[in-house]
């Protein structure tokens, strides 16, 4: 399983950043995959989801109504669109993967975390200046 970030980089307030997140290595369909963020001294928080085997997808609440996670055609590429970023978005962009099983259980005994996910990529910087 491998995953790689890009599209990170200094934006300003009110501003929009697209990350990508290309995968390989697994077959899609049997897979989950999110996206997280991480700041310094704080656990990795995750923002969205999407369920390979239906194209679900799920939303923490502080990525709601402003981001959106999708994929390309061929499902080599999952996406993060951020709107109006806020400095506080500010952050270690990270995507990640686990098998879908694993996140289903997750979601039905209590919720996903960082822990449910296995695979990660580096992460891409995100910088949103007031």
């Known amino acids: 399983v491998q995953l790689v970030e890009s599209g990170g980089g200094l934006v300003q307030a009110g501003g929009s950043l697209r990350l990508s997140c290309a995968v390989s290595?697994?077959?899609?369909?049997?897979?989950?995959v999110g996206w997280f963020r991480q700041v310094p001294d704080r656990e990795r928080e995750g923002l969205a989801y999407?369920?390979?085997?239906?194209?679900?997808?799920y939303y923490s609440d502080s990525s709601q109504g402003r981001f959106t996670i999708s994929t390309d055609s061929a499902k080599r590429t999952v996406y993060l669109q951020m709107n109006s970023l806020k400095p506080e978005d500010t952050a270690v962009y990270y995507c990640?993967?686990?098998?879908?099983?694993?996140?289903?259980?997750?979601?039905?005994?209590?919720?996903?975390?960082?822990?449910?996910?296995?695979?990660w990529g580096r992460g891409t910087q995100v910088t949103v200046s007031a």
């Open positions: 990640a993967a686990t098998q879908a099983w694993a996140f289903t259980t997750a979601q039905a005994i209590g919720g996903v975390t960082s822990g449910t996910f296995g695979s």
């Open positions: 290595g697994f077959t899609f369909e049997h897979y989950a």
């Open positions: 999407i369920h390979g085997p239906d194209s679900k997808v």
